[in-house]
């Protein structure tokens, strides 16, 4: 029978466990539970009030004293090297008494909290522990989306920091932590390879594309090296050094980003299809579902690209731009439930990529657009503005051969036509036109001095 289970709490959060159905598995893109009790030492500890402190990430973790030597240091390392604050971490002991809980923190010199499981004041969920150790990080928000699930142990310290180092690039809220704990994790050889990559990937998402160049030329990425290349804008390029990297998934991801960028469509969706299908990090596969549902829905396939898109999302719970992607989809069809399930992701996709300024916009216009689907004055309204516009038409027509009045200014009157994917200019980021457009639209009319007609207007003319 297993001893008891450690829960720590540190820039991520770890957790087990799920509200709904006490016996299911832990998973990503679960629920973790909501831990409350009092830790061996005396402190109140809430797992909601400490996702309030906003850290980066949370931690749970659950052991036997058999097992959690190996694990408890190195979350011990994590907590304190890198901030109380930012990464929070909550032990949870299996049946082991506290008196046997606090032998064990004090001769580790643990600082973070440990809680006897039996103090517990909601217990139910522990039945979904299935191994020990089982380490869960948490997204700190309140629906307590788990990231990642780590069953067992084995992991070297720089395993652990890799971990972090990815999880914190995934959720793009510290590139610069991110960079210093990928930079700890490469001085182990056994992982310098793949945590020099990460550290590479980093610093290319914050377009630092001469530091990511000469991370990836220390460890002869190809892979890295298209990815710098198409960043560039050098989409030969970057083909070139994909192909160079042949048996790399993500290389054929790149490849088919690029080849779609380049308008050769089939090419891409060759190269896309090949990279989703082959095992890879998930993160990675994910991105290559994420490009693949962006070219379906390129191509006129909105359903294709909703399958894609939630394939992503159930590899990677914080792929944002997968999520509004998906968004921007619903968002295309105008009506209130699709606008509603579009509302419903970006609010996702802005609780999971807090910095993200396209998702900002994105959800502030769709709330609008739902605001006014859903308003039967404004309809009414835009009826009579339609009415308005085709009676103006008409006696236009009538007045045609009447003189012209040279010196009176007439009223500019402006309208943005539908956009369409299908465009020369491709965007990575679906609903990207639409959002500039949307944008340009509202700030020409709080001008006073320009009348556009509004999309409503032009969808029904």
Not at 38 to 62: A, K, M
Not at 330 to 351: C, T, V, Y
Not at 376 to 397: C, D, G, N, P
Request: glycine share 6%; net charge negative; with cysteine.
């Amino acid at each position: 029978m297993w001893r008891y289970c450690l829960a720590v709490a540190v820039p991520m959060l770890v957790v087990g466990w799920t509200t709904t159905v006490q016996a299911a598995e832990f998973v990503n893109g679960g629920t973790a539970p909501v831990i409350m009790a009092t830790d061996i030492n005396g402190n109140q500890v809430n797992i909601n009030e400490l996702i309030e402190q906003e850290p980066y990430v949370v931690i749970v973790h659950f052991f036997s004293v058999s097992t959690g030597e190996e694990v408890a240091l190195k979350l011990r390392y994590l907590h304190l090297n890198y901030g109380k604050d930012r990464v929070k971490i909550i032990a949870l002991g299996m049946k082991e008494d506290e008196a046997a809980l606090k032998k064990f923190a004090d001769a580790l010199d643990i600082q973070y909290f440990i809680i006897d499981t039996t103090n517990l004041q909601n217990p139910d969920w522990l039945t979904a522990i299935d191994v020990l150790p089982m380490t869960l990080f948490v997204h700190p928000s309140k629906d307590l989306l788990i990231e990642r699930v780590i069953r067992g142990g084995g992991k070297s310290k720089a395993d652990v920091l890799k971990e972090l180092a990815e999880t914190l690039y995934r959720k793009q809220e510290d590139a610069e932590m991110a960079v210093q704990v990928a930079t700890e994790s490469a001085k182990d050889p056994a992982v310098t390879q793949e945590a020099t990559e990460l550290k590479g990937y980093i610093l290319a998402g914050e377009g630092k594309l001469d530091e990511a160049e000469k991370e990836f030329t220390q460890i002869d990425s190809k892979t890295g090296l298209a990815v710098v290349a198409k960043e560039r804008g050098d989409l030969d390029k970057a083909v070139e050094l994909a192909d160079q990297a042949a048996g790399d998934p993500y290389a054929a991801t790149v490849k088919g980003q690029a080849l779609r960028e380049q308008g050769k469509f089939d090419e891409a969706k060759q190269a896309l299809g090949s990279a989703a299908a082959q095992p890879a990090e998930e993160w990675k596969q994910s991105d290559a579902l994420n490009a693949q549902g962006r070219l379906e829905q390129a191509t006129g396939n909105p359903d294709a690209a909703v399958k894609s898109y939630q394939n992503a999302v159930a590899l990677d719970p914080l792929n944002v731009v997968a999520l509004s992607n998906e968004g921007s989809v619903h968002r295309a069809k105008g009506d209130p439930e699709s606008l509603q399930k579009a509302q419903e992701l970006l609010e996702k996709a802005s609780e999971r990529g807090k910095n993200d300024q396209l998702v900002t916009a994105m959800l502030q216009q769709v709330q609008r657009e739902l605001s006014r689907a859903n308003d039967l004055e404004k309809k009414k309204l835009i009826q009579e503005q339609i009415a308005t516009l085709s009676q103006r038409f008409k006696e236009m027509k009538q007045n045609a051969t009447q003189p012209i009045d040279d010196w009176s200014s007439r009223p500019l009157v402006v309208a943005f036509l539908p956009s369409s994917d299908q465009t020369p200019v491709f965007f990575e980021r679906a609903g990207t036109d639409v959002v500039v457009q949307r944008e340009l639209e509202t700030r020409l009319q709080a001008d006073g001095r320009v009348s556009v007609v509004e999309r409503q207007m032009l969808d029904h003319a």
